[in-house]
């Protein structure tokens, strides 16, 4: 995978972008309106402790898949995935079970009929790729799909030529 992309954007669906902006907003007004130590503290613990899970793009590095967020990631080693696949919507229909649903990204456990559980990283719900792995099911949102399932691929390729 030497001269394929490593690197993907997270970008941001328009809902992703008019529910952060109104919560943050909303959030911030409460704040002005109600001055205080206490009412602050809560108000920028949402917005700090929800854009410190937000997703900021998608690495392929050391044969890992690096989630990455604000100041760490999340990894998925190459070698437990099973399957990756460009899944459009895959988040149609689906309940968020434990996790944020719509503060700078899907972020979390959620349910739906297709792919019944699994963990989202999502930032924009059109661009879904789903990675299955013996634990689980992963649903990601990478700028370039197509680019991103052929470089999984390619780094799962050279991972079955080293052994």
Do not use: C
Request: avoid cysteine.
């Amino acid at each position: 995978m030497e001269n394929g992309r490593k690197t993907f954007k997270a970008p941001w669906d328009w809902l992703l972008i008019l529910m952060t902006s109104g919560v943050t907003l909303l959030l911030l007004g409460l704040d002005y309106y109600t001055p205080g130590f206490i009412p602050t503290l809560i108000t920028w613990s949402i917005i700090l402790g929800a854009l410190g899970f937000g997703i900021f793009g998608y690495h392929i590095e050391d044969k890992q898949l690096k989630i990455l967020r604000l100041g760490w990631s999340k990894d998925i080693d190459l070698s437990e995935i099973n399957t990756v696949e460009i899944k459009p919507y895959a988040m149609t229909g689906s309940v968020r079970t434990f996790g944020i649903g719509g503060l700078f990204g899907y972020v979390g456990y959620f349910r739906n009929s297709i792919l019944k559980g699994y963990k989202a990283y999502v930032t924009h719900r059109d661009k879904t790729v789903v990675i299955t792995t013996e634990e689980e099911q992963v649903v990601i949102s990478p700028d370039d799909p197509e680019a991103f399932v052929a470089s999984i691929e390619a780094s799962l390729g050279d991972k079955q030529a080293d052994t």
